[in-house]
T-cell receptor, first 116, second 114 residues
Framework: SAVISQKPSRDICQRGTSLTIQCQVD?????MFWYRQQPGQSLTLIAT?????????ESGFVIDKFPISRPNLTFSTLTVSNMSPEDSSIYLC?????????????FGEGSWLTVV | GENVEQHPSTLSVQEGDSAVIKCTYS??????FPWYKQELGKRPQLIID?????GEKKDQRIAVTLNKTAKHFSLHITETQPEDSAVYFC?????????????FGQGTTLQVKP
């Protein structure tokens, strides 16, 4: 399996500010993804972080609000920009890890964000 | 894209009973079918998955069955224990060949009563 570290694990931020979340993997992975989980809800894919090119965003998510970096095959960042209370969520990164029986998706511990 | 429906949304069982959660998907080309368990305040953890070349997979008290014709797969937990209480998500990928873009079901809150 892959070991995924996310920072920060929790934060409380003022509205109008931005927060950058980091995701570090212990092995090189081709695909990294960012998800959002609003309180009491399921997970929704925000974007695919592509190494060496712009991220691919899902419907309802835009680069200006959620800029993503992927400088190498083990690291990615997600920024939540100009935050409002509606952005209060858990943000999770995940990786597509190639194993002996096929690819498996693993999640980081999540970053709990509260916007006040 | 993939449409995913999960039933039931809540499930309450007595300790020792079995629990079954069903997930229906729309993309007939889907070939990977995972189940995740999320305990309160924690990340989703993969508990079992199945690929389209088999119909059933078992890991101790947990099993997953796949019916590709009907486009659904189910999670089976036998001899439930209080620590099985959590939210369970099915999450088939949005497109075949790309395992990582998961489409999560709405979740099933399982409560196991001692």
């Amino acid at each position: 399996s892959a070991v995924i570290s996310q920072k920060p694990s929790r934060d409380i931020c003022q509205r109008g500010t931005s927060l950058t979340i980091q995701c570090q993997v212990d092995s090189q992975v081709t695909m990294m993804f960012w998800y959002r989980q609003q309180p009491g809800q399921s997970l929704t894919l925000i974007a695919t972080a592509n190494q060496g090119s712009e991220a691919t965003y899902e419907s309802g998510f835009v680069i200006d609000k959620f800029p993503i970096s992927r400088p190498n095959l083990t690291f990615s960042t997600l920024t939540v920009s100009n935050m409002s209370p509606e952005d209060s969520s858990i943000y999770l990164c995940s990786v597509d890890h190639r194993g002996s029986s096929g690819n498996t998706i693993y999640f980081g511990e999540g970053s709990w964000l509260t916007v006040v | 894209g993939e449409n995913v429906e999960q039933h039931p949304s809540t499930l309450s069982v007595q300790e020792g009973d079995s629990a079954v959660i069903k997930c229906t998907y729309s993309d007939s080309a889907s070939n990977y079918f995972p189940w995740y368990k999320q305990e309160l305040g924690k990340r989703p953890q993969l508990i079992i998955d199945i690929r389209s070349n088999v119909g059933e997979k078992k890991d101790q008290r947990i099993a997953v069955t796949l019916n590709k014709t009907a486009k659904h797969f189910s999670l089976h937990i036998t001899e439930t224990q209080p620590e099985d209480s959590a939210v369970y998500f099915c999450a088939p990928p949005s497109c075949s060949g790309n395992t990582g873009k998961l489409i999560f079901g709405q979740g099933t809150t399982l409560q196991v009563k001692p």
